[in-house]
C-alpha cells in the first residue's frame, strides 16, 4: 500500500503530463474480478470478502459506475464458485425490514441447487447489499419470489420426496410471511398428497380426515362412486390423513397446515370439474354443433344464446363447469342427496358465481363488437333446473328446484310446513354469500321477505285445509302479515292466486274458477256479522281487523277472478217456521208468551246480586 505522500507525488506528477492516475470503472470491474480469484474460499476469510465488496462499492461510488460489475465473476455462491454479478443471484441478508423473511430456510436440496445464493459465510455491510442491489448486481433472498418460481425450478416428472420436500418448504415460507406468500401461492402450483398420489392443490379436497365438510364429502363420495367416474375420481383426489403430511404434529399445527393448504388451492367440498371444450376460434354457428356435442341437448335447450353473427370467429373465455355428482344425484339415497346439497351450498359459499358462466365473444375486436354471450354452466343450469334443494315436512323428506323452496329464519314458526332441514338453514344462515345468490339467481325465496307475499299466500293456502285447531291461529297470522306486506309493496295480486276463507269446520281453500266468485271481506265493525255469514256458508276472507278490509276489496277486484264485497254490506234474513222474522205492533210481551220468565229474573238476581250490582256499577 502507497503512502499517502507517494500518492501525492504520482498524482502530480500524473498532472504535470497531463495525464489522468484514476482508473475507469471497466478497468476497477476488471482489476475485481482478478481480486476475486485471489481470494480465499469465503469459509477461511469472510472478513475480507466484506471488506472487498465494500471497497468496491466505494470506489465505484455512483450506480452507474457500478453497472461496470455486470456479469464479472465476483460473487461466490455456497459451493464457493464465482458466480457473474447480477440478478440471478441472491443474498440472505439478516438486518432491515426482511429480518424475519430473510431468516426463512434455503429450499430443499434438490430445488436449491438451481438458485444461485451468495454464501452464507459471506456477510456485507448494510449499505453495501443496498448499493449493489440498486445496482442490480444482486438481489436480496426473498422467498416469496422463490415460492412463485418453484414450478420453474422442479424437474418435469419431481419424486414424491421432492414434492413432500417443496411443500414443508412452502408452509415454512408461508408461516413466515403469510400476506406475501398467499400471493405466491396462486403461481406456486404446489402440489399434495392424495389417495391416487400427487396431485395439484387445487384438484384436490380435504377428506374426512381434516374437517367437517370432509366428512360429509367422504360419505357422499363413498355411495356416489358406485355409479359416477366423476365421484369416483374426486374420491381418489382426497387429501391423506394428516399423519402422512410433511411437518404436522400436534392440533395447533393441523389448524395452521389446514389454513395453509387452502391457500395453496385444496378445496374444502366438492371439485368442480372443467368440461373439455375447443377455445376456438370456432364460428358462431358451428359453436352451436359444438356445446351440443360437449354439454349435451338438454343444456343447449335449456342454456344457449345464439352468437349473432353466426358467420364470424369467436373465442371461448372461461370453463364450463360442473360438480361431481349433479348428473346422478337423483338417483341415490335421501341421505347422499341431503349430503349434495349442503356441499353445493359450501360450494357456493366458496367460489359465489365464478363457476355459473363463460363467454363466446369475437375477442380480435375491440368493445361492442365483441359480441360478447354469456352462456350458463352446467352446473348453472344444474342448479336451476334440478331437484336438488331439501325441503322437510315433519319427518318427510322431498327435494325441489330452488325456486319452489323457502327460507324461514325462525324454525319454531309454521312447523306444519315445508322447510330445510334442520342442518341445512343452520348453514343458510352462516352463509351469506350462497344464500344471497340462491334468492337472487336461483329463485329461493325468503319466508319473511315482504317481495314474497304472493308467493306465500299460494303456500299458505295449499296447507289450510288439513291443519289441526291447534295450527289454524299460526296460520291466519302469516295469512294477515302477507296481505299486510303485499298491500306495503303496492303489488297486483295475481289472478291465478287461491283464497284462505273460513268455514264453520276450519280454513278452506278458494280457488280461482271460470265463473266469477263472491268472497266478503270483513273489518272490526262487522266481525259478529261475519260470523252469521260463516255460518250460513257463505265464504268470508281469512283475515283480521290488523288490514285495511277496503284495501284488500280494491286489491281483489282489480282482477275478474274473484268479487269481493265489505261483510257489513250483507243481508242477513233470520226466518221462523221458515218465514222471514219480522217486529210488529200486534206481537204478543214476552211475559205474555213466558210467564214464568219473570221468576226466573227474581231468582236470578237473588244467587248473583253481587255480580249483577257489579256490572251495574261498570256500566
Known amino acids: 500500500r502507497l503512502s499517502k505522500t507517494r500518492v ?28 476475486a480469484t485471489s481470494l480465499p474460499k469465503p469459509s477461511e476469510g469472510n472478513e475480507r470478502w466484506a471488506q472487498f465488496f465494500a471497497d468496491l462499492a466505494l470506489a465505484l461510488d455512483k450506480t452507474s459506475d457500478l453497472d461496470a460489475l455486470m456479469g464479472r465473476l465476483i460473487l461466490p455462491d455456497a459451493s464457493g464458485t464465482l458466480q457473474p454479478a ?15 423473511q430473510g431468516g426463512v430456510p434455503l429450499p430443499p436440496a434438490a430445488i436449491a441447487r438451481k438458485l444461485l445464493v451468495l454464501s452464507e459465510d459471506v456477510r456485507p455491510r448494510p449499505d453495501t447489499v443496498a448499493q449493489f442491489e440498486r445496482a442490480k448486481l444482486w438481489q436480496r433472498y426473498d422467498a416469496t419470489e422463490i415460492l412463485e418460481r418453484l414450478p420453474s425450478l422442479f424437474g418435469e416428472k419431481p419424486a414424491p420426496a421432492r414434492r413432500r420436500d417443496a411443500l414443508a418448504w412452502a408452509f415454512a415460507v ?8 398467499r400471493r405466491a401461492l396462486a403461481s406456486a402450483d404446489l402440489h399434495v398428497e392424495t389417495r391416487s398420489g400427487w396431485k395439484r392443490a387445487r384438484d384436490a379436497a380435504f377428506s374426512e380426515d381434516w374437517t367437517e365438510t370432509g366428512r360429509e364429502l367422504d360419505a357422499f363420495l363413498s355411495e356416489a362412486q358406485a355409479v359416477c367416474p366423476d365421484c369416483s375420481a374426486s374420491a381418489a383426489s382426497l387429501l391423506v390423513p394428516p399423519e402422512q ?7 395447533p399445527a ?30 358462431g354457428a358451428n359453436w352451436r354443433w359444438t356445446l351440443i356435442q360437449s354439454l349435451g341437448v338438454d343444456w343447449y335447450s335449456e342454456a344457449y344464446i345464439y352468437p349473432h353473427h353466426p358467420n364470424t370467429m369467436y373465442w371461448r373465455e372461461g370453463e364450463a363447469w360442473k360438480l361431481p355428482g349433479q348428473d346422478v344425484v337423483e338417483r341415490l339415497s335421501p341421505e347422499a342427496r341431503r349430503r349434495f346439497s349442503t356441499l353445493v351450498i359450501r360450494h357456493l359459499e366458496t367460489f359465489g358465481d365464478e363457476r355459473l358462466s363463460f363467454d363466446l365473444a369475437r375477442t380480435d375486436r375491440y368493445g361492442g363488437h365483441q359480441d360478447r ?45 315445508a322447510r330445510p332441514p334442520e342442518d341445512v338453514g343452520m348453514l343458510l344462515a352462516k352463509t351469506d354469500r350462497a344464500t344471497q345468490l340462491l334468492c337472487s339467481r336461483f329463485g329461493l325465496k325468503r319466508w319473511r321477505a315482504p317481495e314474497t307475499a304472493e308467493p306465500r299466500m299460494k303456500a299458505l293456502a295449499e296447507l289450510c285445509e288439513n291443519l289441526s285447531q291447534h295450527d289454524r291461529p299460526q296460520l291466519q297470522t302469516h295469512y294477515v302479515r302477507a296481505w299486510q306486506d303485499l298491500l306495503s309493496e303496492g303489488a ?13 269446520e276450519g280454513f278452506a281453500r278458494l280457488v280461482p274458477g271460470d265463473v266469477t266468485q263472491t268472497v266478503y271481506v270483513a273489518d272490526g265493525a262487522s266481525a259478529d256479522l261475519s260470523k252469521l255469514l260463516i255460518e250460513r256458508g257463505e265464504p268470508v276472507l281469512a283475515v283480521s281487523d290488523q288490514v285495511d278490509a277496503s284495501a284488500i276489496v280494491s286489491l281483489i277486484n282489480s282482477n275478474e277472478t274473484f268479487f269481493a264485497r265489505p261483510a257489513g254490506e250483507a243481508e242477513i234474513k233470520l226466518l221462523v217456521d221458515g218465514e222471514p222474522f219480522g217486529v210488529s205492533a200486534g206481537d204478543p210481551l214476552l211475559v205474555d208468551v213466558l210467564p214464568w220468565i219473570t221468576d226466573a229474573l227474581v231468582l236470578g238476581h237473588e244467587l248473583g246480586a253481587r255480580a249483577l250490582e257489579r256490572g251495574a256499577q261498570l256500566s
Open 8 to 35: 501525492a507525488a504520482i498524482s502530480a506528477l500524473a498532472s504535470a503530463s497531463y495525464s489522468d492516475t484514476d482508473p475507469s470503472p471497466e478497468e476497477l470491474a476488471e482489476w475485481a474480478e482478478a481480486i
Open 86 to 100: 447480477g440478478e440471478g443471484l441472491y443474498v440472505r441478508y439478516e438486518g432491515g425490514k426482511r429480518r424475519r
Open 174 to 181: 408461508w408461516s413466515s410471511a403469510r400476506q406475501g406468500a
Open 245 to 251: 403430511t410433511a411437518g404436522i404434529g400436534g392440533r
Open 254 to 283: 393441523l389448524k395452521d397446515w389446514l389454513e395453509f393448504l387452502s391457500d395453496a388451492g385444496v378445496v374444502d367440498g366438492l371439485v368442480a370439474l372443467a368440461i373439455d371444450l375447443p377455445e376456438g376460434p370456432t364460428s
Open 373 to 417: 354471450r354469456t352462456q350458463s354452466t352446467p352446473l348453472a343450469v344444474f342448479l336451476s333446473s334440478a331437484e336438488w334443494f331439501p325441503m322437510e315436512t315433519g319427518d318427510h323428506l322431498d327435494f325441489v328446484q330452488p325456486e319452489q323452496g323457502w327460507l324461514m329464519s325462525d324454525r319454531r314458526e309454521l312447523r306444519f310446513a
Open 492 to 504: 297486483a295480486l295475481d289472478a291465478e292466486t287461491p283464497l284462505i276463507i273460513r268455514r264453520t
